[in-house]
């Protein structure tokens, strides 16, 4: 079975950057690659998700033009460049993997164990 393995939280300073990975074990080419994160208290969401290709992304209103998705297919990597981070950024970041289907990324059907980001 394919596994998704985030690495690269921490504890940072409000304004400072942080870069996740999300590390397959298997093929993603196929499929949308996508980062969630839960705050303590509140319900998961989405934070940016990206296409097989890479042509389609999407982001959350709150990170847009602080936070950059990419990935890399030749090595089943997916990463979230997080800049000018506030500490409402603070909680545990998820990698995903979800069916491209007709345009659009499905529902995630595939997790990580998730990473925390801790925004202070």
């Known amino acids: 079975d394919v596994q998704l393995v985030e690495s690269g939280g921490g504890s940072v300073q409000a304004g400072g950057s942080l870069r996740l990975s999300c590390a397959a074990s298997?093929?993603?080419?196929?499929?949308?690659m996508g980062w969630y994160r839960q705050a303590p208290g509140k319900e998961r969401e989405g934070v940016a998700r990206?296409?097989?290709?890479?042509?389609?992304?999407y982001y959350a209103d709150s990170v847009k033009g602080r936070f950059t998705i990419s990935r890399d297919n030749a090595k089943q990597m997916a990463y979230l460049q997080m800049n000018s981070l506030k500490p409402e950024d603070t909680g545990v970041y998820y990698c995903?993997?979800?069916?491209?289907?007709?345009?659009?990324?499905?529902?995630?059907?595939?997790w990580g164990q998730g990473t925390q980001v801790t925004v202070s």
């Open positions: 995903a993997e979800a069916d491209w289907d007709r345009g659009t990324c499905d529902a995630a059907f595939l």
């Open positions: 298997g093929y993603t080419g196929s499929y949308c």
């Open positions: 990206m296409s097989p290709g890479g042509s389609v992304i």
